[in-house]
């Protein structure tokens, strides 16, 4: 009887620990200076884009602060750059004139490069974990009084149709607090006048619902029926946004800054009025007036409550008035 072949013996040793994933890059191109910073920012991008699934917003701002870094590195290569060499990166930004949060912004952006270089096998060891970011930026940004809010959103010529478009962007900035890319996503289904509310969609992909006051509705219902429609039919196809541009597309977010601040010179207010402002506004105008701050959290989509302390403040006077009616020596 033949004999069956002897069975292989089997390999009880351990498999060899797989090492750290590694992008392979075309021979001719060395991974040094200014010939490989792109490829390294485009697998970086990627890399957010669909393993950590960020907002386009955020990409962008990724995108803008690693051309920044490409053009001060003049060629260097990245990988073999210090903390040291990071923390002049940083200087150089601060010479430039940038604000600290922003400078902050930049150290946040090189950490998550330089951590994504590890985790592709380029690096061991990130020198961006050494470098720390400066005091954050306490500064309370610019808010505007209720009159000066009126003069704004009274701006916009409502016997047009782009002032119709205006004025009804305008009054869902105040009426909700929401970012200027938070209102540029609004759709009309995400809408509810009846209701009385908007959901929009935050950081994070986070949605939530804001409410819409009775002059917000009005401006809004005013847009749709007499000037969205000849807007829309300007468009290729059938178009959900909310705010259209006057070509039938959806509104930008640049194109928002443009017009509050067309129509804060047309207001007679000074020349540094933008969509944040007007978020301010409506936050601290809530709480002057008494609403909670956990509310007030909840309606600007904050995840946590110290940042909206930071963003809010009590006014003067409402301080004064509280210590007149309580303190016991007044």
């Not at 009309?188 to 917000?216: I, Q």
């Not at 959806?250 to 047309?266: G, K, Q």
């Not at 601290?284 to 403040?313: C, F, K, N, P, W």
Request: aromatic residues 6%; contains cysteine.
């Amino acid at each position: 009887m033949a004999k069956k072949p002897a069975a292989a013996s089997e390999n009880t040793s351990k498999p060899a620990r797989r090492g750290p994933r590694r992008i392979v890059l075309d021979e001719a191109v060395p991974l040094a200076g200014v010939a490989a910073m792109p490829l390294l920012v485009d697998g970086f991008l990627d890399y957010v884009r669909h393993e950590r699934a960020l907002s386009a917003n955020t990409l962008e701002a990724y995108r803008r602060d690693l051309a920044d870094f490409t053009g001060w590195l003049e060629g260097r290569d990245c990988t073999t750059l210090t903390a040291s060499d990071l923390g002049d990166y940083l200087a150089w930004l601060h010479g430039r004139g940038l604000a600290r949060g922003s400078v902050n912004r930049h150290a946040a952006s090189l950490r998550t490069f330089y951590r994504y270089l590890q985790l592709e096998g380029w690096l061991t060891e990130s020198p961006a974990d050494l470098v720390g970011s400066g005091r954050p930026d306490f500064r309370v940004p610019g808010s505007l009084s209720v009159s000066q809010v009126d003069r704004l959103l009274d701006a916009p010529d409502p016997s047009t149709h782009a002032g119709l478009r205006d004025r009804a962007l305008l009054e869902v900035l105040y009426a909700s607090g929401c970012r200027a890319s938070e209102v540029s996503g609004l759709k009309l289904a995400d809408t509810h006048l009846d209701e009385g509310f908007c959901s929009c969609l935050g950081k994070g992909g986070k949605e939530r619902m804001v409410p819409l006051g009775r002059r917000a509705k009005e401006a809004i219902h005013a847009w749709c029926r007499s000037a969205r429609p000849t807007f829309a039919a300007r468009a290729e196809g059938p178009v959900g946004w909310l705010l259209l541009s006057s070509r039938g597309n959806r509104l930008s977010r640049i194109r928002i800054w443009e017009i509050v601040r067309a129509a804060a010179a047309e207001a007679g207010l000074p020349d540094d009025i933008h969509p944040h402002v007007l978020r301010h506004s409506f936050a601290t105008h809530l709480v002057s007036g008494g609403t909670d701050l956990r509310h007030v959290q909840e309606m600007l989509g904050h995840a946590s409550i110290a940042t909206t302390q930071r963003y809010t403040h009590v006014d003067a006077d409402r301080l004064r008035s509280i210590h007149a009616r309580f303190h016991p020596r007044r």
